[in-house]
């Protein structure tokens, strides 16, 4: 019997709140710090990137502490000069901005004091990831599950929290105020920056455009430039425009209803209804704001009052909104700057400019799924000539196709375990069994010339989703170390299910998109192996080129 949306959002939390309970040591976020300094009022001054910055005082005003552990990383200030060097990971390429940040709390106080130069006990819990020393991430060690990404950690640390709270069994909401605060964060039905950069306007804008556009203001700080944050601008344009949300026409109604309620006997006329953009994203504070607040703060610290109020008038009521709960600007300083307040006093600035939009905008411009639901002849041509041009061989196949005895292998790392439906299986079992055939025979092949005192060969399931070839394949080689790489939460979530009802020790899950994978430190592709149905092809649900490869470490 099919379940109603109440029973399916219920049965929905009580299984993603069995699989975090399930984790019994706390996951650790790595924070990638330029130096420490304890100052003569009890006081910790920690100077890092702008996103450590993001990360460590919503960890601290909503005390994840409690549930998160911080492994603090030293890191040194860096500039990129080959755009094509990913040797500093942020992204905007560049290791330099720097802020400093005072800490108050005394649990966050303490791990500051064990903090030294040598974080080698860190690096071990770390180690078989190889990523950059200074990747921002979250590892959840006994699930082998790496989190990468502002959006995605964020996401996860505030989650997680709600999750360990206490919870009404017989609700599919937390009970505790505190856990309803932190789940009212992450919006309607937990979508706030869901979506990856690649997709969103919105997440790209919260997570890489404001830190882009921050860097271009501090570079230019104490220069002649006279020209406004382009991005300033368009979040200025943004709040100007209506509010979209998924929910407003129940907003509408509820405040429709208060205002009726409002009304005197003299019966006034009811006022048009207006939601208006009090947050980012409505009338409501959201991960977004949380993301927002310290850039603009520091914004505000670089322009000045005047400056803000005059060409920025929506942000300004916004911040002093933000300003009001949280009071961040006292903990912020930007050493080494000079503002621009000089300026202020009848300065005219230059307005670069933009287009008058939402951040909610589509991107024309991006791969767009609704309009390819079949693969064209001029993708398939287009797919062929970029191999062709990258010197990769493509080894034809020519033999019998050899099949998967389905019978020897545990439903759990069947399709079948990942609830397909049966109407998908047939054909899916077909897919998975062409593809997995093939890789073993490579590599089997490899392992011939594989030194078996270095590390295992590594196979990685790019948007694996629900990870039906990835567990497959960890279960038929055990020897190899298997990498599913999905940017969705949920659907890794699924895969770690099967993965500990099966036991399997040999699978590491990336919650990342394929550029943050290769960032972290991964080496770069070998070879692309492609036969039958293991072609290269566009998956409709995440809009890149999904691929299977093998890695030799």
């Not at 939390?13 to 069995?18: F, I, L, S, V």
């Not at 990870?467 to 890794?492: D, M, R, T, Y």
Request: charged share 25%.
């Amino acid at each position: 019997m099919k379940k109603n949306n109440k029973e399916a959002k219920e049965e929905f939390y009580r299984q993603t709140k069995g699989y975090f309970d399930s984790i019994q040591s706390k996951p650790i976020l790595r924070l990638p710090v330029y130096s420490t300094k304890h100052l003569t009022t009890g006081e910790w001054e920690i100077i890092l990137p702008p996103q450590s910055c993001d990360i460590l005082w919503i960890y601290e005003v909503y005390q994840l502490f409690k549930w998160i552990e911080v492994a603090f990383v030293r890191i040194l200030p860096c500039k990129i000069d080959n755009e094509d060097d990913n040797s500093c990971d942020t992204p905007f390429n560049s290791l330099q901005t720097q802020i400093s940040y005072q800490c108050k709390c005394d649990p966050i106080v303490k791990m500051l004091q064990s903090f030294n130069n040598c974080d080698g006990d860190f690096d071990a819990r770390f180690r078989m990831y190889n990523f950059a020393s200074h990747r921002l991430v979250v590892l959840i060690s006994e699930k082998q599950w790496l989190i990468s990404g502002l959006s995605s950690i964020l996401r996860f640390m505030i989650k997680f929290a709600y999750m360990k709270l206490s919870w009404d069994s017989s609700s599919s909401l937390p009970s505790s105020t505190e856990a309803q605060s932190l789940q009212e964060i992450l919006g309607f039905r937990g979508g706030c920056l869901q979506a990856c950069s690649e997709v969103s306007v919105w997440t790209k804008f919260c997570e890489v455009d404001i830190f882009e556009g921050l860097e271009v203001a501090l570079n230019v700080n104490g220069t002649k430039n006279e020209v406004l944050s382009r991005e300033l601008l368009r979040f200025e344009c943004h709040l100007k425009m209506p509010v979209k949300m998924h929910n407003i026409r129940k907003e509408i109604s509820n405040k429709r209803r208060q205002q009726e309620m409002s009304q005197t006997i003299k019966n006034d006329k009811v006022s048009p209804i207006e939601i208006e953009h009090k947050f980012a994203e409505g009338p409501r504070m959201l991960l977004s704001d949380l993301i927002l607040y310290p850039c603009i703060c520091l914004f505000h610290l670089l322009y000045g009052s005047q400056t803000c109020e005059k060409y920025f008038p929506n942000i300004y009521s916004w911040y002093s909104t933000m300003n009001e709960r949280f009071h961040l600007s006292k903990n912020l300083k930007l050493p080494g700057t000079t503002a621009f307040q000089c300026r202020e006093t009848g300065y005219i600035w230059k307005i670069p400019c933009i287009l008058e939009e939402s951040l909610y905008k589509s991107d024309r411009s991006r791969y767009n799924p609704n309009s390819r639901v079949f693969t064209k002849q001029h993708d398939v041509l287009d797919a062929l000539a970029a191999i062709n041009l990258s010197n990769i061989k493509i080894k034809e196949v020519t033999d019998v196709v050899e099949v998967l005895n389905w019978e020897d292998i545990p439903t759990l790392a069947q399709p079948e375990g990942g609830n397909l439906p049966p109407s998908r299986r047939e054909k899916k079992n077909q897919q998975l069994s062409s593809m997995t055939v093939e890789v073993m025979k490579i590599v089997e092949a490899k392992s011939k010339q594989h030194n078996s005192t270095s590390s295992p060969i590594r196979i990685v399931d790019f948007c694996s989703g629900g990870g039906h070839l990835g567990i497959l394949l960890a279960f038929l080689l055990p020897n190899c170390q298997i990498v599913l790489v999905e940017n969705k939460e949920e659907s890794l979530r699924r895969a770690g299910e099967r993965i500990d009802q099966l036991k399997l020790t040999n699978v590491l899950l990336y919650q990342c998109n394929l550029d943050y994978y290769f960032r972290c430190g991964s080496s770069c592709l070998r070879f692309i192996y492609r036969s039958g149905s293991a072609k290269m092809y566009f998956r409709k649900s995440s809009g890149f080129i999904c691929m299977l490869s093998v890695l030799l470490r």
